[in-house]
């Protein structure tokens, strides 16, 4: 790790702009405007503190229609907590401007902005979104969490994916606080991949749809930012919290593709434990004179699945993480998971409108 990432007292400047301890504010970062001359810009959000300590970074929607991030935001710096820190959050929200406007993953070019990292100056408009990110941001932090969904109809149960060989994100992931973490290497382009090239640790947590908010989901990844905040010590340490479960580690997961076209139906939901050969969902044709039975090819948690009843031969239905014999581990985790994040009916009761769930 290079010395600037160590020495967390070093004046941090951004946007061209020198933040100095105190400085609660936003700072647009300019990128290519649109082809009608419209400015865009990245809005980064700073609260940073009076006291030194880690510099992380929380971005969201750099896939222009995950937008689960967003809402985790959002929430993430209204929480009166986040002005008592130490060092900085710098949180964006909207990294994909252009996909985001447009309902859309990519960018106008076509291109993933995260397999564009690092990006460069002269290079595509992926590349140029991605150069800027790194240069205003990322290189500028100690730590990062990026947040994810699922792909269009496409839900994702809620899950870390980090390597977890590095020391740094394997204790930011089990402070993160769900059940399931994939140990995921890197890719190649990915934000991950180019953090990890300038020493800082990142993980992904990645839950639900995208275009589409998920009550539980949120609750989780806002509870689990701030978690990750005590762990590196920018918030103080939560007397008597305890994690919601054992967290459960997988290497390796399965797609189960459709084996012919038709119309889907689904028995197995998100975060269901699922037994080699159980059945899964069945594929009729329109008429239902044929019927073709999907099974499990392996044992473990459906941590993604399809929510479209239409599908081709060879589609994705469901992606199912391996995490050996540890069962009760799981269902455990599971268990405390939703009670933890599970809203009730009696919370819309006297709630502020910041504090009502979104249904």
Known sequence: MSEHKTNQDLELTLGGEVINPGFQGTIEVPVAPTYTHNDLSMTVKIVNGKRPGPKLFVSAAIHGDEINGVEIIRRLLGKPVVERLRGTLIAIPIVNVYGFLNHSRYLPDGRDLNRSF??????????????????????????????????????NFPQIRADLDNVQAMAMTE??????ALDSKVRDGSLRQCAGD??????LYEAGESLRFDEMYIRAGVQGVVNVMRSIGMLPKSRGRRRSGELITSDETTWVRAPESGVLRVFSPLGDRVEKGQLLAMIADPLGTTETPLHSPVSGMVIGRTNLPLVYEGD??????RYGRKVKAVEKGLEGFT???QPNDDETLDASLDDLPIV
């Open 118 to 155: 690092p990006g460069t100056p002269r290079g595509s408009l992926a590349g140029r979104v991605a150069h800027t990110f790194v240069e205003e941001v990322v290189s500028k932090c100690t730590h990062g969490i990026d947040l994810h969904t699922g792909a269009r109809h496409r839900s």
């Open 175 to 180: 402070a993160f606080d769900v059940p399931l």
């Open 198 to 203: 300038l020493g800082i640790p990142v993980i």
């Open 316 to 321: 994705a239905v469901f992606h199912i993480a």
């Open 339 to 341: 009670d933890a994040h």
